[in-house]
Every structure is written in structure tokens, then in C-alpha cells.
């Protein structure tokens, strides 16, 4: 029963910081399009959201939500020792696991795999890393709230 309890929150978890993520990507490329000069009818914007949703879930480009699960699964899992650690911590491991695991992520790709091209346009630059880490963070708070006392 406890490793039902705790993949079900691990599922709501990164279905939250997925949907949240691909949000907050979406609306920064919008943004920076809008910056740019061109124009979106509300259509053209909620077509690009949906768009991106499935895309970055099932569609061509899987690979960013495939990332977001790995990064907030290695995330969870160092912050479930280090709250037996650091005691006092233990009721914001879980946010700050899932915010700092999307920060490592964006990181460790740009400078590792994308080697500074700028691989996740929407999730890049002072607001964007943000919202990412946000994401992150709300799905930490999602795990911890969802998991009981399974681990």
C-alpha cells in the first residue's frame, strides 16, 4: 500500500509541475514573440498552449517532460534522506527538492547537452528559470501533501 500511496503522489506531483512548466514555457515564448512585434489572436495563444501540452508530453518533443519526471524523481529521492538529516527542513524538503531538481535540470542540460544554445527557449532568462523552479516547487508541495506518511 505505501508504494501505491507514494507513486501516486509522485504521479500528481510531476503532472502538476508538467502542466505548470509547459505553461509557464508557453506563455514566455508567447512573450518573447509579442516583444518582437508580432501578434497572437486568442486562438493562435491557446493553440500554441495545447499545442505544447501534448507535444511536450506524447507528441514530437516528449523529451522536456520526460526531463521534468527524472529531474523531480532524483529531486524527491535526495530530499527524502536529507529531511531525516536535517530534521528542521522537513516540511519544505519536498519544494525546495522539486524547485532546486528543475533548477539542476535546466542547468545541467544548457550546459552539458545544449552547451549554451539556448535549448529550452521558454524556460530560459531570469523569469523563466523562475517560473520553471515554481513549477517545480508547487509539485513539491503536491508530493508532500499527497504522500502521507509513506516514506
Known amino acids: 500500500m505505501r508504494i501505491f500511496r507514494l ?4 504521479v ?5 509541475t508538467f502542466g ?3 505553461m509557464f514555457y508557453t506563455h514566455q515564448v508567447l512573450e518573447k514573440r509579442a516583444a ?19 507535444g511536450f ?3 514530437t518533443v516528449p523529451s522536456y517532460g520526460m526531463i521534468l519526471v527524472i529531474a523531480l524523481l532524483i529531486g524527491f529521492v535526495v530530499a527524502a534522506g536529507v529531511k531525516r538529516v536535517l530534521v528542521p527542513l522537513a516540511p ?6 522539486g524547485a532546486a531538481a528543475i533548477f539542476v535540470m535546466l542547468w545541467a542540460v544548457e ?10 527557449e521558454g524556460a530560459s532568462g531570469p523569469v523563466g528559470i523562475a517560473l520553471q523552479c515554481f513549477a ?16
Open 7 to 10: 507513486a501516486a503522489a509522485f
Open 12 to 16: 500528481g506531483a510531476a503532472a502538476v
Open 20 to 22: 505548470l512548466a509547459t
Open 36 to 54: 518582437i512585434g508580432l501578434e497572437f489572436t486568442p486562438a493562435q495563444k491557446y493553440s500554441n498552449y495545447l499545442d505544447n501540452l501534448v
Open 57 to 59: 508530453a506524447i507528441g
Open 92 to 97: 519544505i524538503a519536498y519544494p525546495l527538492a
Open 111 to 120: 550546459t552539458f547537452v545544449a552547451k549554451g544554445s539556448g535549448a529550452f
Open 136 to 151: 517545480g516547487f508547487i509539485g513539491g508541495v503536491v508530493f508532500a501533501l499527497t504522500r502521507g506518511h509513506a516514506d
